[in-house]
């Protein structure tokens, strides 16, 4: 029985004194000796435990900074939940014949086709569409809080520990690392965290989580680092720290703290086949979040700077190609006309290999790096031409919207800018050579309505595998050409791989 009266645990022994005496009669009546029973004692044994460290100072320390974010939308849904956790809603099913091996499979073991839409507001007025969790950086009420989680809203709230709930405004977003910011106003001082240096950061740090997992707001788990530096595929600027406490569904834009309650990192994706809790959980890491943060309270937008040129990973057998010691850098297929870079004299084969100084390790470190500057900023490139290295100086331009060409993440612009028009999606090949990767999807494009998101990997288009953005095209214009409406587009999640049809535009061309 533990006892509480105290600073130690104190644990009651299953065994007493009495009950060993009792055992010891019993053995001896059996064997016909006299019964002699000795006294029991008076009081039971205790052992005194040592003091075990826990989170509970942390947890009271931060848990009034952290809250639950409901997010509301005056628009009704037009695609929902699959049932295995996809979000496909099972609608790019419907295209497909009756006898379709697919349709029957997903028929078969109990997948809605058409799954139900949740009910209605009484009063017409704004529904739910998301929960997650956020937390202030800020006394006058400055919060932030993940991308997706607000992505779809008209309008917001936040539920504070302490049970009030205050209307919040969006400030800006960043769909790139996945960031928002919100703002309450209200007449009073909010408790508020730091964001932590996390260049101390090591694997097997001791780590907490607070946020709003399954609405369930103000709970704590706790873990340690488990990796530094992962990539997800989820865009250009991936560099999560990998946690094993427990962080699920509504933990989104929540933080994790190191045990001086400052945050490390912003709860943004889990490994998760079984759609839950599996102990692999990516977070933001701090020293990214704050510079995008501190962009978004400034003005409300991310300004980033851009080299615009197309690049690609340096692989060994190119290494040795070009007489590099190591597979190291990022090797340009094509600079972008009149992009800084292509003015300041990079070609295509250089490899850039150190940016003012620093070491590029790979395409993906190379864009992270340039997009965490500002646009007028001048950098001092380290390039590997002709089998030496040289010093290249280039002002950096602004990074460029969507439909413009080229962008330091080294996208092909012409079919980029079309694919986008058409799908309304981008992609770019993926890193293990398998189908292309999702890097931004139009949020009012059919590709959204079926469920693609940023992070997923497109496999192939009506059977046919795909390594680029011409080669997605290619198939939905032969798909179009044969009079098709539909291309079938097979997509892989984190839940697994599965299949959607997208719409070819055959309807939109001319008739001849």
């Known amino acids: 029985m533990l006892d509480q009266t105290s600073g130690y645990n104190k644990f009651k022994p299953i065994l007493k004194a009495s009950a060993l005496a009792g055992g010891v009669a019993a053995v001896l009546f059996s064997a016909g000796a006299p019964l002699t029973v000795p006294e029991a004692l008076a009081d039971p044994v205790y052992v005194e435990a040592p003091k075990v460290p826990g989170f509970a100072d942390v947890v009271e320390a931060v848990s009034p ?65 998301a929960q997650g969790s956020g937390f202030f950086v800020s006394e006058d009420g400055y919060l932030v809080t993940n991308n997706h989680v607000v992505r779809e809203g008209d309008s917001f709230s936040v539920l504070m520990d302490d049970g009030t709930e205050y209307d919040a405004k969006l400030v800006g977003t960043d769909p790139r690392t996945d960031l928002a910011v919100l703002k309450v106003d209200a007449d009073r001082d909010f408790t508020y965290v730091n964001f932590a240096d996390d260049s101390k950061l090591r694997v097997g740090d001791w780590v907490v989580a607070v946020g709003n997992p399954f609405g369930l707001g103000g709970t704590v788990t706790s873990g340690i680092v488990s990796a530094l530096g992962r990539d997800i595929a989820s865009g250009p600027y991936d560099d999560y720290i990998q946690v094993d406490a427990a962080v699920n569904h509504g933990n989104s834009g929540g933080p994790t703290f190191d045990l001086n309650g400052e945050v490390v990192g912003i709860n943004t994706a889990i490994f998760s086949p079984s759609g839950g809790n599996v102990g692999i959980a990516f977070a933001i890491p701090s020293h990214l979040a704050q510079d995008v943060v501190n962009d978004l309270i400034d003005d409300g937008t991310v300004e980033r700077g851009w080299l615009g040129v197309r690049i690609q990973p340096v692989t060994e057998d190119i290494a040795d190609a070009i007489g590099l010691a190591k597979p190291e850098g990022a090797l340009i297929s094509e600079p972008t006309s009149d992009s800084p870079g292509a003015k300041a004299g990079l070609r295509q084969g250089d490899v850039i290999t150190a940016v003012n100084g620093d070491v590029i390790e790979d395409a993906r470190s190379l864009s992270r790096m340039i997009g965490m500057m500002e646009p007028g900023d001048n950098v001092e490139l380290s390039v590997w031409r002709d089998g030496k290295s040289q010093t290249i100086d280039v002002t950096l331009g602004e990074f460029p919207s969507e439909d413009q060409l080229a962008s330091a993440e080294g ?44 992070g997923q990997k497109i496999l192939s288009v009506n059977n046919k595998d795909v390594a680029s953005a011409q080669d997605i095209l290619t198939q939905v214009e032969e798909a179009a050409s044969n009079g098709r409406k539909q291309a079938l587009f097979q997509v892989e999640t984190e839940n697994g791989s599965m299949f959607t049809a997208l719409p070819t535009g055959s309807e939109n061309q001319d008739a001849g």
């Open 411 to 454: 996208m092909s612009a012409p079919a980029e800018s079309s694919l986008m028009s058409r799908m309304g999606i981008e992609v770019r090949p993926s890193e293990d050579g398998k189908g292309v990767t999702v890097t931004a999807v139009n949020p009012d494009s059919d590709a959204a309505q079926k469920g693609l998101a940023e």
């Open 65 to 129: 900074a952290v809250v639950s974010v409901v997010v509301e939308s005056n628009v009704q849904p037009v695609a929902q939940n699959d049932g295995f956790g996809f979000g496909f809603g099972g609608r790019g099913f419907d295209n497909l014949p009756d006898d379709h091996p697919l349709k029957r499979f997903f028929k078969d073991f109990g997948a809605p086709l058409e799954p139900q839409q949740p009910p209605k507001p009484r009063d017409g007025g704004p529904r739910p569409v």
